[in-house]
C-alpha cells in the first residue's frame, strides 16, 4: 500500500475503485439474470445504473489527473495513479457490455427462449468471478491471484468458441427467422461476456505492473 | 599529469570513494561512472553527501580543514591526486553560487588569471552570450551587476565557471531557492550549453523533478552511500531499494526510520561550507 504523501488521496481513489467495481459486478450479474429470467424491469435497472457508473468514472479520474497535476507522483504512487486510470477504463467497459447484455434481454423481451441457457450463464459466471478476482487482486496487491485471472481468461475463450460454433449452427440450419435472431442476439452476449472477461485480464495484469513494475499483457 | 585540452569533454570514474569531515561520515564507498558527454544527476535529500561528492571530484574537499579522503577518482582514467589542482579545477568546473567580483568582467577575470585584457574581454562576451546575459549586460561589463538577483547570480557564476571552457561541469543543487521560472531559465541555459558536446555534467539536486528534466540518467545519493543508480525512468517509475522509494513518494517518516534516524531529529546541515 502506498505510504508517501499522496497517501489519502490514493486511498480514497482506491475506494472509489473498489465501489465502481462492486457496481460493475452487480451490473453483470443483473444483465445475466434480465437475460436468463426475461426480466425486464431488471434489464431496464441496469441500463439505468450504467450512469451512476460512468458518473464515479470520470469523478475517479479528476481525482488521478489532480494528484498527477499537483503532487507529482513517482514511485509506487505513480503506479498506482497509471494502474487506477487504465482500471477505471476497464471497468466503465465492462458496464458498457453489461449494459448492452441488459439491452439484448430487452430486444428478446418475452419471447420464448430458443434453448434453455446453460453456456452463456456458465460463462457469465465465469466472467463474474474473473472481474471479482481481478478487484480482489487489485484491493491485496496479489499478483498470484492476477496470474489465476489471466490464466482463467483462456477458459473462456474456449467457451466463447464453442458456443459462438453451437449458436452459428442454429443460425445455418434454422428454418425460422425469429430463431435465427435470437441465435444471433445470444452469439452477441456471449461475445459481450468475453470481452467483459478481456477487461477483467487486463485489469489482473495492471495489479502485477502495480506490484512488480513489469509491464506485462497477454 | 595533464588532462586533454577543450574541446574534449571528460569521462569520471569514481571507485570506492569514502571522506570524512573530523568524525562525520560524508560519503560511504560510493561508485561509478559517467561516461565523456554524458550527464549524471546525483539526487539525494539534504546532508545526503551531494557536496562531499562534487567537492572530492575536484580536490576542494582536500582543503576542507579535517577532511579525509580515501578512495579513487580518475578523470580521462588519470587519478586527481596526479593532476595539479591549477590544471585540475580549470578543466573539471565546480560551480560556486556566489559572487567573486563587482562586475562582470572581473568576474570572467577572476576565471582566467594570466590572460590579457583582449582575450578577457573575448571570453566575457562568449560566455556571456551562451549563459544568455550578453543582451543585457553588453553595455554595462566595467558595472557593478545586480548580483542580489538569485537568478542573474547563478548564471554569471555559471559564466565565471564556462570561461575555462571546463570538460566536466560539476552542479551541486545549483537552483536552490529558484522559483519555477528561474529554475527553467537555468536548466535551459545549461542545456543549451551541454548541445556543443564538449562537457560530462554531474548535476547534484535535492528535487527528483529535476532530474528527470535534465538528466536520463541518476543515482540516488542517501546517508553518503548511492543506493541505486539507473535510468532516471526506471527509477521514478519502480525503484527497487525501499530507500529510494520513500524519498521519491515524499515518506520521510519510512526514509528516517529505514536510516536510523527519528523524525524529530533535524538534519544537522552539511559540514560543507
Redesign the interface.
Given at each position: 500500500m502506498?505510504?508517501?504523501?499522496?497517501?489519502h488521496q490514493l486511498e480514497i481513489i482506491h475506494d472509489d475503485i473498489l465501489r465502481m467495481g462492486t457496481l460493475v459486478e452487480e451490473a453483470i450479474r443483473d444483465a445475466d439474470r434480465a437475460l436468463s429470467e426475461q426480466d425486464l424491469e431488471l434489464a431496464k435497472s441496469v441500463i439505468e445504473g450504467d450512469k451512476a457508473i460512468d458518473n464515479l468514472e470520470r469523478s475517479i479520474e479528476s481525482d488521478c489527473i489532480r494528484i498527477l497535476a499537483l503532487h507529482?507522483?513517482?514511485?509506487?504512487?505513480?503506479?498506482t495513479v497509471t494502474t487506477a486510470l487504465k482500471v477505471i477504463t476497464d471497468l466503465e467497459r465492462m458496464a458498457d457490455h453489461a449494459t448492452a447484455i441488459a439491452l439484448i434481454a430487452l430486444r428478446i423481451g418475452a419471447n420464448p427462449l430458443i434453448k434453455p441457457l446453460v453456456d452463456i450463464p456458465r460463462m457469465s459466471t465465469l466472467a463474474r468471478q474473473m472481474v471479482h478476482e481481478s478487484l480482489d487482486a487489485f484491493v491485496s496487491r496479489n499478483t498470484e491471484l492476477a496470474q489465476k485471472v489471466r490464466s482463467e481468461d483462456d477458459l473462456i475463450d474456449r467457451l466463447y468458441s464453442e458456443l459462438h460454433d453451437e449458436l452459428l449452427g442454429l443460425i445455418i440450419q434454422g428454418t425460422n427467422t425469429a430463431n435465427a435472431e435470437q441465435a444471433l442476439n445470444l452469439l452477441f452476449v456471449a461475445q459481450h461476456l468475453e470481452r467483459i472477461a478481456d477487461h477483467a485480464t487486463n485489469i489482473a495484469e495492471r495489479v502485477i505492473y502495480l506490484v512488480?513494475?513489469?509491464r506485462v499483457s497477454s | 599529469m595533464m588532462l586533454p585540452e577543450p574541446p574534449s569533454p571528460l569521462s569520471v570514474t569514481v571507485k570506492n570513494l569514502t571522506a570524512r569531515v573530523d568524525k562525520e561520515q560524508q560519503l560511504d564507498n560510493v561508485s561509478f561512472e559517467v561516461a565523456a558527454g554524458d550527464t549524471l544527476a546525483i539526487v539525494g535529500p539534504v546532508n545526503s553527501g551531494k557536496s562531499a561528492l562534487m567537492w572530492a571530484i575536484n580536490r576542494l574537499l582536500d582543503e576542507v580543514p579535517g577532511a579525509r579522503v580515501e578512495g579513487q577518482i580518475l578523470v580521462e582514467g588519470i587519478d586527481v591526486t596526479r593532476i595539479s589542482t591549477r590544471s585540475l579545477r580549470r578543466r573539471v568546473g565546480l560551480l560556486i553560487p556566489t559572487p567573486l567580483a563587482r562586475t562582470p568582467l572581473e568576474e570572467i577575470g577572476l576565471a582566467l588569471r594570466g590572460h590579457s585584457s583582449e582575450e578577457i574581454g573575448e571570453e566575457t562576451e562568449r560566455v556571456l552570450r551562451l549563459v544568455g546575459l550578453w543582451q543585457e549586460m553588453r553595455g554595462r561589463l566595467r558595472r557593478p551587476y545586480d548580483a542580489t538577483d538569485p537568478v542573474i547570480l547563478r548564471l554569471m557564476a555559471l559564466a565565471r565557471t564556462l570561461a575555462t571552457s571546463p570538460g566536466l561541469l560539476l552542479l551541486d543543487d545549483p537552483t536552490r531557492g529558484l522559483d519555477s521560472i528561474g529554475r527553467a531559465r537555468f536548466e535551459d541555459t545549461v542545456m543549451a550549453a551541454m548541445a556543443a558536446g564538449t562537457m560530462t555534467l554531474i548535476w547534484a539536486t535535492r528535487e527528483p523533478d529535476q532530474a528527470g528534466r535534465i538528466s536520463k540518467n541518476m543515482a540516488f545519493l542517501c546517508c553518503g552511500k548511492i543506493i541505486e543508480m539507473g535510468s532516471t525512468e526506471s527509477l521514478f517509475e519502480r525503484p527497487e531499494d525501499p530507500r529510494t522509494e520513500s524519498f521519491l513518494t515524499g515518506n520521510y517518516k519510512k526514509l528516517l526510520s529505514l536510516i536510523g534516524r527519528s523524525s524529530s531529529q533535524e538534519p544537522s546541515g552539511g559540514t560543507i561550507p
Open positions: 502506498n505510504e508517501g504523501r499522496c497517501c507529482h507522483p513517482l514511485a509506487s504512487d505513480l503506479r512488480t513494475g513489469e | -
